[in-house]
C-alpha cells in the first residue's frame, strides 16, 4: 500500500501516532500527482505551496493534540466551489480568471477540519454533462481505462480519488455528478439529501437541485467527509437547521442487515440496459439479501418522466442563473465590443460553450411567454408525482438499491455528439435528485474490468440509513480494493 492510496483513516492513524507527519503525506501525493497527471487530467489548477503550507499547519495541531479525523488529509476541490485566492473556473473560459474573495461553506468548514487542499478538479462546464468532455479545458481520463470517460460532471473529482491524486475530494451533484463518476471510477460517491449541505459558494447550476457531495475510497471515509460538511448555514435559505449525527461511529455498531426492508425499483431494470451491468447489481442484491435484509420489487411509476421533467426544469434554472454572467462585474469581458448589447452577445458568445448555450436557449424557451405553463409548471407537477412514489415507496422501505448508470464509462467522444444519448447515462440518477433525496454510490463489481456502481437510496435526511446499508455491503466485498491499473 502506497502513501497516496490510503484511506483517510489509516493515514489518521499514522498522523496520530507520529508514524507520518501531514507534509510527508502530502508530498507523497504531490509526487502522484506529477507522475500521473498527464495520463489522467484531474485537475485544473493544482496548489501545491498552499498545500505544504496548510500541511505544516496541521502539524502543528496534530503535535500540541488538537487534530481531528481529517486534519493533515489531502483533498481535492471540484472547480465550481469558490475558494478564497484560488481561481475558480466552472470549467469554462468566461471565468477563467476569476478569483473569489471568500470560501464556499463546505470549504471553510473544511479548512476548520485541518484538510489540506490540493487543487482544483475538472468539471463539465457550469457542471452541465455527465463525461466531464464538455470542459472548456480538457477532458479527463478514467484511470481504469484512460480512453474511456470518468463521467461527470465531477469527473477529475472521482479521478483525483481514483488515481492517488488526493485521499477525497468534493464534487456537485445535481442529476448524478458525484454518483456517476463514483460508479465509472469505483470510488464512494455520496449526494446529501437536498437541504443538508449549504449551497453557499457553490456556483449554481439548477438551484432547486444542486447539492455539495463527497468522495472517498471507503464508506466511513465519505461518512467523515458528509459529518465535516453538513450543516446548518443562515446563509443559503435552502439550508435546513438539522443536527447532524455521528454517522461514521455509528457503523461499527452495524453487524448486518437484519431486519432491513429494501425495494428494488422495477423502473431501474429498462430495456437497452448492458445485460452485465445489471448482472453485477443484481448479485450485489443477493449479497444484500444474504446480509439479512428482506428485499422486494417495487414500482416508481413516473420514473420515465424523470429526463423530461429535469432537462426542462434544469436548463430554466440555469438560463436565470447564468445570466449574472454579462461582462460587466466580473469573468471574461469583450474589450472589443462597442456597446452594452454587443458586450453581452460577445461575452456569453466567446465565453460559454456548446452544451451551456445550448441548456440556456431549451431553459429560456421553457420560461417564455405562452411556454411558461405548457412546460416549466408541468414539469413541476410532474416533480411532484415522482417525489410522492419515492415518499409510498420509503412507508413500506427503509432503503431502496438501484444502478448507478446503466453501462460502464463509454469511449470518449462516443457520446459527445448526441445530447440525448449523453443524457440518459443519468436516467437511474434524476429521480432521487428531483426528489430531493439521498443517494450513496458504492462499487459492486466489474464489466470487462471496468468498474459498476450501487446506487443506495434513503428517506430525505436519513443518511445515517443509506450509510448503513453502504457500510454493510461494503465490509462483505473487496471491490473497493481494487486499484486502476495506472
Wanted: charged share 20%; with cysteine.
Amino acid at each position: 500500500m502506497y502513501t497516496y492510496n490510503m484511506t483517510i483513516e489509516e493515514a489518521h492513524q499514522r498522523l496520530q501516532k507520529r508514524e507520518l507527519s501531514a507534509v510527508e503525506l502530502v508530498q507523497a501525493v504531490l509526487e502522484r500527482l506529477a507522475a500521473v497527471e498527464d495520463r489522467v487530467k484531474a485537475f485544473i489548477t493544482v496548489t501545491p505551496d498552499m498545500a505544504l503550507a496548510q500541511a505544516r499547519q496541521a502539524d502543528a495541531a496534530l503535535a500540541a493534540g488538537k487534530g481531528g479525523p481529517l486534519t493533515g488529509i489531502p483533498i481535492a476541490i471540484k472547480d465550481v466551489l469558490c475558494t478564497k485566492g484560488v481561481r475558480t473556473t466552472c470549467g469554462s473560459r468566461i471565468l477563467e480568471s476569476f478569483i473569489p474573495p471568500y470560501d464556499a461553506t463546505v470549504v471553510e468548514r473544511l479548512r476548520q477540519a485541518g484538510v489540506v487542499m490540493i487543487g482544483k478538479t475538472n468539471m463539465d462546464e457550469f457542471a452541465m454533462g455527465s463525461s466531464t468532455e464538455n470542459s472548456a479545458y480538457f477532458l479527463s481520463r478514467n484511470p481504469w481505462d484512460t480512453s474511456r470517460v470518468p463521467g461527470g460532471s465531477s469527473g477529475g473529482s472521482a479521478v483525483a480519488v481514483a488515481a492517488g491524486e488526493a485521499l477525497c475530494s468534493l464534487g456537485s451533484d445535481t442529476g448524478g455528478s458525484v454518483r456517476l463518476p463514483a460508479s465509472f471510477c469505483n470510488v464512494v460517491g455520496l449526494k446529501p439529501s437536498y437541504g443538508r449541505v449549504s449551497r453557499y459558494g457553490l456556483v449554481a447550476f439548477a438551484s432547486s437541485l444542486d447539492q455539495v457531495g463527497p468522495f472517498a475510497r471507503t464508506v466511513r471515509d465519505c461518512a467523515l467527509l458528509f459529518q465535516a460538511i453538513a450543516g446548518y448555514d443562515p446563509r443559503d435559505s435552502t439550508s435546513m437547521n438539522l443536527s447532524v449525527p455521528d454517522i461514521a461511529t455509528s457503523l461499527d455498531d452495524v453487524p448486518d442487515l437484519k431486519g432491513m426492508r429494501i425495494g428494488v425499483p422495477q423502473e431501474y431494470f429498462v430495456k437497452g440496459m448492458d445485460e452485465n451491468v445489471e448482472a453485477t447489481v443484481r448479485a450485489a442484491l443477493n449479497q444484500l439479501a444474504h446480509l439479512g435484509a428482506t428485499l422486494d420489487e417495487v414500482s416508481l411509476p413516473h420514473t420515465k418522466y424523470a429526463l423530461p421533467v429535469y432537462y426542462l426544469i434544469a436548463p430554466a434554472e440555469a438560463s436565470a442563473n447564468l445570466a449574472r454572467y454579462d461582462g460587466v462585474k466580473y469573468g471574461m469581458s469583450a474589450p472589443d465590443a462597442k456597446s452594452v448589447a454587443e458586450n453581452y452577445g460577445l461575452t456569453r458568445g466567446r465565453g460559454f460553450g456548446p452544451e451551456v448555450k445550448r441548456r440556456i436557449m431549451l431553459g429560456t424557451y421553457a420560461l417564455s411567454a405562452g411556454y411558461y405553463d405548457a412546460y416549466y409548471l408541468k414539469a413541476q407537477k410532474v416533480r411532484t408525482l415522482i417525489k410522492d412514489d419515492f415518499d409510498k415507496a420509503f412507508q413500506q422501505f427503509d432503503a431502496l438499491v438501484a444502478p448507478v448508470a446503466p453501462t460502464v464509462a463509454f469511449k470518449i467522444g462516443e457520446k459527445i455528439d448526441d445530447p440525448l444519448t449523453m443524457y440518459l447515462s443519468d436516467i437511474f440518477t434524476l429521480g432521487p435528485s428531483l426528489a430531493g433525496i439521498p443517494g450513496i454510490s458504492v462499487p459492486c463489481g466489474f464489466v470487462d474490468n471496468l468498474p459498476v456502481g450501487l446506487q443506495i437510496l434513503g428517506r430525505a435526511f436519513d443518511e445515517p440509513t443509506v450509510f448503513k446499508v453502504a457500510y454493510a455491503y461494503e465490509r462483505s466485498s473487496e471491490w473497493h480494493k481494487r486499484l486502476p491499473p495506472l
